[in-house]
């Protein structure tokens, strides 16, 4: 389990809605079934992946996304109709360990058309980008400190992993649609080069700053940080509704003021009181960094990106 130290376990309500779609689904012969036979049905578990599905699967595909826009994905909860989805669709593009909800329906939904995109490459461990020192041995279990030595799904912060998921995601979108196989890999491959573009901007961007650790909200940020060579000082853990301790907090703003941080960085879909709080007392400004975990207001995964790029760069006085 990546995103929490324990699964979470079921409603009644809702194991009874997997066992009646594993009915469906064993009904419908395939388990698969598009309602547009001119099209691949692919239900997509959040943003990223719906992002990356429509992408490169261009309009041989029709995507849906389990979770709603301005919803938070980690703790989703499925009602019928999305149960529905996952019985009905050709393709499931998911992140095993990030939404407990939405493992349970692929276990029990899934079979063989389930495409887990934390199978593509080893994922970080928990803790990989954070800020280390002499001292901090016995804080685990803090925020930000992750129990159990969990590993970190927030693998799309990183456009070069992104990239590989890309290129697998066309084999897959290609095994179930073997007349286009050649127009998913091509675009899996535009793809890739616009996410090169976008490493080597990043790259690029954050080669001089003045500082180097990001203090922020939750630890979502740890593939970025590891890729950059940044540090991150999270002020909860991988999953943004837990609370931090008063331990953690005071910890946070000694760090903070140790490496002067001027900016607290909070995310789209979850209350920046607590970064806020920090950075009242530590004297510093606050400012959105997205986790990406949900749609943008405006533009998509790349100009997010590119947005949270020239945030960094302001916050870390990079030249």
Known sequence: MTARATPRVLTAATAALLALG??????????????????VD??????????????????????GNLTKPGAEPHDLELNPRQ???????????????????????????GGDRAFDVAG?????????????HEGEAGHEGEAGHEEGGGKDPHLWLDPT?????????????????????????????ALRAELTKLDTEYAEGLRTCQRREIVTSHTAFGYLAEHYKLEQIGITGLTPESEPSPQRLAEVAREAREHQAGTIFFETLVSPKVAETIAREVG???AVLDPIEGPPAEGDYLSAMRANLQTLRTALDCS
């Open 83 to 109: 149960v529905g989805q996952v019985v009905d669709a050709e393709l499931i593009v998911y992140l095993t360990g990030f939404q407990p909800a939405v493992d349970e329906a692929v276990e029990q939904n």
């Open 161 to 189: 992993r992104l990239a590989t998921v890309g290129d697998r995601l066309a084999e897959r979108l290609g095994a179930v649609d073997p007349g286009h196989a050649a127009d998913y890999t091509a675009r899996a491959g």
């Open 22 to 39: 594993g009915l469906s689904a064993c009904s419908d012969g395939d388990g698969g079934g598009g309602k547009d036979p001119g099209r």
């Open 120 to 132: 593509v490459a080893p994922l970080l461990d928990a803790a990989a980008g954070d800020h280390e």
């Open 42 to 63: 692919v239900v997509a578990a959040f943003y990223p992946l719906q992002f990356l599905t429509e992408r490169i699967g261009g309009d041989r595909v029709v995507v």
């Open 284 to 286: 510093a400004k606050t």
